[in-house]
Nanobody, 123 residues
Framework: QVQLVESGGGLVQAGGSLRLSCAAS????????MGWYRQAPGKQRELVGS???????NYADSVKGRFTISRDNAKNTVYLQMNSLKPEDTAVYYC?????????????????WGQGTQVTVSS
């Protein structure tokens, strides 16, 4: 089954760092444009940042300068390095992206969401 799985979430003190990983598994040919989202209770899911196939990145103003997205195409994995964490960064973080995969012997490009990983920043 083709899927995205996030890992690396946890509890960290304000000012600390976490590194999230999002690995694609299954019959993956390649990963395309990928994004990190987050959702706090009672709030809309928001885009944290994205990374394109050419490694270009975009970030929400709230995380710019603190978070860094990178990708390792050989591992079909994207990362979110989170530094200088603030309590307002507390949320479930989701990975989303386009995956090129094989299904029924055909190559196709589909969008997937990971299950999310909890990040809690204490003050």
């Amino acid at each position: 089954q083709v899927q995205l799985v996030e890992s690396g979430g946890g509890l960290v003190q304000a000012g600390g760092s976490l590194r999230l990983s999002c690995a694609a598994s299954g019959s993956i040919a390649s990963i395309g444009a990928m994004g990190w989202y987050r959702q706090a209770p009672g709030k809309q899911r928001e885009l944290v940042g994205s990374i394109n196939s050419d490694d270009s990145t975009n970030y929400a103003d709230s995380v710019k300068g603190r978070f860094t997205i990178s990708r390792d195409n050989a591992k079909n994995t994207v990362y979110l390095q989170m530094n200088s964490l603030k309590p307002e960064d507390t949320a479930v973080y989701y990975c989303n992206g386009n995956l090129m995969s094989l299904r029924g012997g055909r190559l196709r490009n589909d969008n997937y969401w990971g299950q999310g990983t909890q990040v809690t920043v204490s003050s």
